[in-house]
């Protein structure tokens, strides 16, 4: 089961058929993370962590396993006056700055890619509109290449084999020729 962690964005409920339903989303993130008809009673700003489960229709959450660390803006102090809350929230915090800066990325390289797709032509976005459909199609690709980002975890090359590394060509030199 997945673990989800992040600063809460919105709280949402819907009514459906009399029965109430309910989720949250997290900053930088379109993804609705449902709890069913729990209400996990979320400030927004509030850091947490939990595990969740994709299914046929959308992200669950084992709202037992919700955590809620500390809101957003509060300050760098740990909730409890333990030292493993202290490391505990400080690896949110990380992990959150990490999302940030993946997503601050994604942004760059979507303004780069439309920015080349409009020069090159491959991209026309008529003057009715315009700034309106340029800022659509970065913010529909700046989504696209953070899930990239996110799901698609980055593959170091592997080390060459030895043969191909070592120089070609005499292995020892006379030192004691000059050069």
């Known amino acids: 089961m997945p673990r989800g962690y992040g600063v809460v964005q919105k709280s ?16 930088g993130e379109d993804k609705l993370y449902r ?15 939990f595990n969740y489960e994709d299914g046929e229709y959308g992200s669950f959450v ?9 809101k957003e803006g509060a300050s760098a102090a740990p909730v409890a ?3 493993d809350d202290y490391w505990k929230n ?15 990325a994604a942004t760059n390289t979507a303004l ?7 020069e090159k032509g491959y991209l026309k976005i008529g003057a009715k ?9 970065v913010k529909q690709l700046a989504s696209e290449v953070y899930h990239l980002y996110q ?15 070592e120089p070609k060509g005499p292995k020892e030199f006379d030192l004691e020729e000059p050069f």
């Open 90 to 104: 400080k690896e949110l915090v990380d992990a959150s700055r990490q999302k940030q800066i993946s997503y601050q």
């Open 151 to 165: 799901t698609e975890p980055f593959k170091a090359p592997e080390e060459p084999d030895k043969a191909e590394v």
């Open 12 to 27: 949402t409920s819907k009514n459906v058929k009399g029965k109430n339903y309910f989720g949250f989303v997290l900053e």
């Open 81 to 83: 006056g333990n030292k």
């Open 129 to 137: 509109d315009s700034l309106k459909a340029y800022t659509e199609a």
């Open 112 to 118: 780069a890619i439309t920015n080349f797709a409009i």
């Open 35 to 49: 709890t069913g008809q729990i209400n996990p009673n979320l400030e927004t700003g509030a850091k947490i962590s």
């Open 62 to 70: 084992d709202v037992k396993t919700i955590k809620a660390y500390r």
